[in-house]
């Protein structure tokens, strides 16, 4: 499958990408490239595209990552909504809902019922000693 992606080019802490269209199996770093279709700089936001090509190769089934969407649509060449590239923080609602229903419910006693238990452990049986008369003097 084709995909529509960056390729960093660029120093160190100066990055600045290329728009490429690659086989999804291959690393963008390898430079085997079937087509460049722009460029990119995020310092100066300055985009280079073509937008001829990019269409064709969409119409053709070419994917993109949602990074290059979301440039995209920024830039108004597609339209649509932008995708989430960042990775959620909290779970959904509806997790912890579902979490919630399968732990089991444990009762604990209340603590009359403790103080209760424990006095019934600490019993003993009552052992009557018979007091021995004192002797008489």
Do not use: C
């Not at 290329?18 to 690393?27: N, P, T």
């Not at 990552?65 to 979301?70: F, K, L, R, V």
């Not at 912890?96 to 604990?108: D, G, I, N, R």
Request: a neutral charge; proline letters at 5%.
């Amino acid at each position: 499958m084709l995909m529509i992606r960056f390729q960093r080019i660029g120093r160190t802490n100066d990055p600045a990408f290329r728009i490429v269209l690659l086989e999804k199996s291959r690393a963008a770093k390898a430079g085997s490239i079937t087509e460049q279709l722009g460029t990119y700089n995020p310092r100066s936001k300055a985009l280079t595209i073509d937008e001829v090509r990019v269409k064709e190769w969409i119409a053709k089934g070419a994917q993109l990552t949602g990074s290059i969407h979301n440039l995209l649509i920024t830039k108004g060449i597609i339209e649509g909504k932008k995708i989430n590239v960042l990775g959620r923080k909290t779970p959904i609602e509806k997790e912890k809902t579902e979490e919630v229903k399968a732990v089991p419910v444990v009762e604990t006693p209340t603590e009359a019922e403790v103080v209760a238990e424990a006095l019934l452990v600490t019993e003993t049986p009552a052992v009557e000693v018979e007091e021995e008369a004192a002797p008489a003097a």
